[in-house]
């Protein structure tokens, strides 16, 4: 039995474009004006070295979390290279990230594999995918300024028209 009143049409109306447009939001891409906490933050190298993520701050950057079983990670692949063709050379540092649950042999084979051109580091501890969310999909993506603040953020394939365009702007004002 229903205990709740009827909700007139306009309500109905208005409650469904809300939940569109927060759908939209978390999966058209957002931004904040708050920086990630990227400070005492380690990921390794494929060659088990680590690196301080606070290390992107002063620079654009492409950042994918990303799986080598994920079949949309490796159709994303072309789409990171060709950011990295384009934006590398105007300072944008270019990221695949992989998860905790990769191993370095598996992610080693496939950079080799797809000759993948931009840098690649693993998130052994899972701490990088708590503080961008906690990112739980891959891949996910995200397009950061040089303070670290989240300018575009997609699950699943990004909008690489948006995306260059973006990184147009944030390599303009460089």
């Known amino acids: 039995m229903n205990d709740h009143p009827p909700q ?12 569109a447009v927060g759908a939209a939001g978390l999966l058209a891409g ?3 004006d708050t920086p990630v906490k990227l400070s005492g933050i380690t990921v390794q190298t ?6 301080d993520l606070a290390k992107i701050l002063g620079k654009p950057t492409a950042i994918t979390f990303w799986a080598t079983t ?5 159709e994303e692949i072309p789409h990171m290279a060709a950011l990295q063709k384009k934006f590398g050379p105007k300072g944008v540092q270019v990221i695949g ?3 905790s649950y990769d191993d370095l042999g598996q992610l080693r084979a496939m950079v080799k594999e797809k ?22 999909l891959t891949p996910t993506f995200f397009v950061l300024d040089r303070k670290g603040v989240i300018r575009y953020q ?8 948006r995306v260059d ?9 460089a």
């Open 46 to 51: 494929l060659e088990g070295q680590t690196v």
């Open 115 to 136: 000759d993948i051109p931009y840098t690649i580091w693993q998130d052994k501890t899972g701490a990088a995918a708590a503080a961008f969310g906690p990112v739980r």
């Open 30 to 32: 957002c931004s904040t």
């Open 70 to 74: 994920c079949p949309g990670c490796v």
């Open 97 to 99: 990230l992989a998860m």
């Open 154 to 161: 997609k699950i699943g394939p990004f909008d690489t028209q």
């Open 165 to 173: 365009q973006l990184l147009t702007q944030l390599t303009a004002n």
């Open 8 to 19: 007139s049409p306009a309500r109905r109306a208005a409650l469904r474009l809300l939940g």
